[in-house]
């Protein structure tokens, strides 16, 4: 199964040209170019990994991590900075992101970045998933019961 | 010269104004005016004053004297005047008392003469009576005059015609001088004849000595042609001429000034004696008579010499003092004002460096996406994967766009550095990094530097901006202080278990001994003129100061300097915050 990616940045020919070439590398990239737009994508689907400006005009990459990691807080995140907003990049790490860059940033890092990500969910998944067999088998009601 | 030990620090100083307007020498100026204005207010005053009353006082010596004098003038004359006129009632007397025939008889005449001698004391010599024709028939006296012949002088003709005569002083027949007094009455028969006396002028001299004078006073008497009657201390013997003019005719005791033989100011007080030849003259030394006054004088002047020292000296001190203060005060706020702006144009270039950054790199970041596209294209698709000319060229773009990141990050860099944080930091690394700005200038000018960090220096906690500034100011005056071909040796060595040391040393021109104890001093610099703002140490020395280390300088003329800074490993938080507020 393809690595669900939600790219998050107000520079739409930034996001096209990343989204395709992560598509080249067998990656399921979408789009959204701006915060508001993003947080509505992702309460209609599951991402694995969303990257994340910090900067962007109306809601700014930190409110959308807050808002994210109510909705979907599985769903990792590595946030994108112009350098000069390093700062609340760390601080978005503090709240749950994963990792961050600066742009302009290599391929090979983002894309390893994202596997990275995308492993740490998956990992955390399984857990859970484990988890739940476990109780499953103890308790074989609780597979009834809502997710 | 003493003036230049002496001279206050301000004297040369011009005051630096932040603009194109300086006026020189202002505190000079300043000083000046104070020192003018003060000592004007309150010496002026003070000499006016004592000139006045030293003028008063002059003024009230001097008319005291002149009372004196004519108290002590009027007193004679009276008392003169009272020794003739009681000699010329007597001899009336004698002649209304006595006939002619009895005063004829000389045993007669001798008896009323020493009778008169008895009663009047002194002064009586002899008498005569002179008849009608001048012709003298009886004398008594130590002269033998007895049968001279009066009758072709003046004297004679006058008393015959007002009755009475007081002659002045002459020496006659006699040789001796002398005053006659002479008398007329009329006989029995009607005819007249002159009772003549003639005094000697003892007793006049006597009573005129006797006066006590002071100011070398010389008190005598002299006819109307200024010939002296009575011998002087000081103005000639009897009968010689006075070398003062004779005084024009007053009825009253009149005192003034006149300027003596040998240029010497003289009171003379005069009175014209009544019925007499005689003015009695008194003659002082009018200097003498000044003498308490000069006295009084040379008191006032001493008195006013201390003053204005005194109050010199004090203005100099308070004006000197208070434009020191001011000065002070001035340098100290152009110093602060020119921190801040310092700061404030350091913090708005960090501000811009940081925009005109993040501006740059989301187009960067496009054109890496877009060329990473196009290879991606080539690569994944593969029919260009062999043509190495086009990869080429994508790859050169993604290098340019690599190189431009470098350089917005540097900019970031150094922006970030203006903000006050504390970071970890490898010295090593941080001094290698402030070389690379001077990379340039060390290749063109072929100085070598050499740089040596000991191992065992820890990752310091401190704030980076200000240390690299620190090293970049020191580096800097390095490289100003070199020759071409010179040499520059930074060493860090660990000092003690918190703190180490770093050590800038160049064999550059080196400072001046006296000049070392200033360089810390704001706008203190010895190449004005030549760009040096004179502030580059001044803010070395606070930035060493905000990062709690300090900084010491070992110099010799034309050997080099060493600058070495002792920074703490870890720099306190609450430091950091509050500078993190000036900057901002």
Known sequence: ?????????????????????????????????????????????????????????????????????????????????????????????????????????????LVEKINKAHEKKAEHEARIRDAKVKEIISSPQAALRED | MVWNKIKPSFWDKQEVVSGTSTYQHTYRRIWKLAVILTGGVSLIPLIFLSVVNYRAVQNAIESEYLFRTTRVVSNTRRAVSFFLTERKFALDFIVHDNGFKSLNNPERLSAILENLKRSFGGGFVDMGVVDASGYQEAYVGPYNLEGKDYSGQKWFRQVLESGMYISDVFLGYRKVPHLVIAVRGSSESGTAYVLRASLSIAPFEDLLSNLALAGSGDAFIINQEGILQTSTRYHGGVLQKLSLQVPEYSSKTRVFEEQGPRGRALIVGYRYIDETPFILMIVKDKRECMAPCFKVGLELIAFLL????????????????????????????????????????????????????????????????????????????????????????????????????????????????????????????????????????????????????????????????????????????????????????????????????????????????????????????????????????????????????????????EKGTRFTITIPIRLEKIKNERNKGVVG
């Open chain 1, 1 to 109: 199964m393809k690595i669900r990616v939600l790219l998050v940045d107000d520079e739409e020919e930034f996001v096209q040209a990343l989204a395709e070439r992560l598509s080249m590398r067998d990656y399921d990239a979408t789009t959204s170019l701006s915060g508001e737009d993003a947080v509505e994508k992702l309460r209609q689907y599951n991402f694995d990994v969303v990257i994340l400006d910090v900067r962007m005009p109306g809601m700014d990459g930190t409110e959308v991590l807050r808002e994210m990691k109510k909705i979907k807080p599985l769903t990792e995140v590595i946030m994108l900075t112009g350098h000069a907003t390093v700062e609340s990049a760390i601080d978005g790490m503090r709240q749950g992101a994963y990792d961050y860059l600066m742009k302009p940033c290599k391929t090979e890092e």
């Open chain 2, 306 to 557: 201390i003053c204005i020292t005194v109050i010199l000296t004090v203005i100099l001190g308070t004006a000197t003092y208070m434009v020191k203060k001011i000065q002070v005060a001035d340098e100290k706020r152009n110093a602060s004002l020119h921190h801040v702006e310092y700061a404030n144009k350091m913090a708005s270039i960090g501000r811009l460096a940081a925009s005109v950054a993040h501006e740059i790199n989301n187009p960067l970041a496009i054109i890496s996406e877009k060329a990473g596209l196009i290879k991606d294209l080539f690569t994944f698709k593969t029919d260009y994967v062999h043509d190495a000319k086009l990869i080429g060229l994508v790859d050169s773009v993604l290098g340019s766009v690599k190189r431009a990141g470098t350089i917005t990050r540097r900019l970031l860099n150094f922006s970030r550095n203006l903000q006050a944080s504390i970071e970890p930091i490898n010295l090593k690394e941080a001094i290698l990094e402030v070389l690379g700005f001077m990379g340039k200038e060390s290749e063109l000018r072929s100085i070598e530097i050499t740089t040596e960090v000991a191992e065992d220096i820890p990752i310091l906690e401190t704030d980076r901006g200000k240390l690299q500034q620190i090293m970049l100011n020191l580096v800097n005056n390095a490289f100003a202080a070199v020759q071409d071909g010179g040499h520059i040796d930074i060493k860090a060595n660990r000092k003690d278990r918190d703190h180490v040391s770093i050590t800038i040393t160049d064999d550059g021109c080196g400072i001046a001994e006296d000049d070392l104890g200033r360089i810390y001093e704001p706008f203190f610099s010895t190449k004005t003129g030549q760009g040096g703002t004179g502030l580059g140490l001044s803010i070395t020395y606070g930035l060493v100061q905000e990062i709690g280390g300090s900084i010491q300088v070992e110099s010799a003329l």
